[in-house]
């Protein structure tokens, strides 16, 4: 049996087909590894949070304590305020300073996301710099 190769032409003729294979083969690669990567990047562990033993950073002359108490009612300083007028009662503490740090107190009893709803209002009025303010421990470990 006899195959003939040469078709009477001396010239090659032009490919116009990409080879994909070698593109398909790279995907998948890069698919599995990613597949095994992505649950080891998310955290999903319990853990019991400590307390903190860093040292106390110096206060400013004029503190302003935003308080959360365990009936989610907010005080600025002693004054009761409602979420609705939290932000204009800040702008008018801080004299309209968005830069001003806002010492955070909160009763322990406040939920995590309580907590959170209360930090988003305060983001959502322009206050980014927000210290949580908790009691110090004296144990050191």
Request: net charge negative; glycine share 4%; charged share 25%.
């Given at each position: 049996m ?8 001396d010239?090659l003729?032009?490919?116009h ?6 593109f ?49 009612s ?13 932000s ?54």
């Amino acid at each position: 049996m006899s195959v003939r190769l040469d078709h009477g032409d001396d010239d090659l003729q032009e490919m116009h087909e990409i080879n994909v294979t070698p593109f398909i083969d790279v995907m998948l690669v890069l698919l599995i590894i990613f597949m095994i990567a992505a649950p080891l990047a998310t955290v999903d562990v319990a853990v019991n949070l400590p307390t903190s033993t860093a040292e106390p950073q110096p206060r400013p002359e004029r503190p302003l304590f935003l308080t959360v108490n365990a009936n989610l009612s907010l005080a600025i300083g002693d004054a009761p305020v409602t979420r609705r007028d939290l932000s204009l009662a800040l702008d008018r503490e801080t004299a309209g300073n968005k830069d001003e740090r806002i010492f955070l107190r909160a009763d322990k009893t406040i939920s995590y996301g309580d907590l959170m709803q209360v930090m988003n209002e305060l983001r959502g009025a322009g206050y980014l710099k927000i210290a949580l303010v908790g009691l110090a421990t004296d144990q050191k470990h």
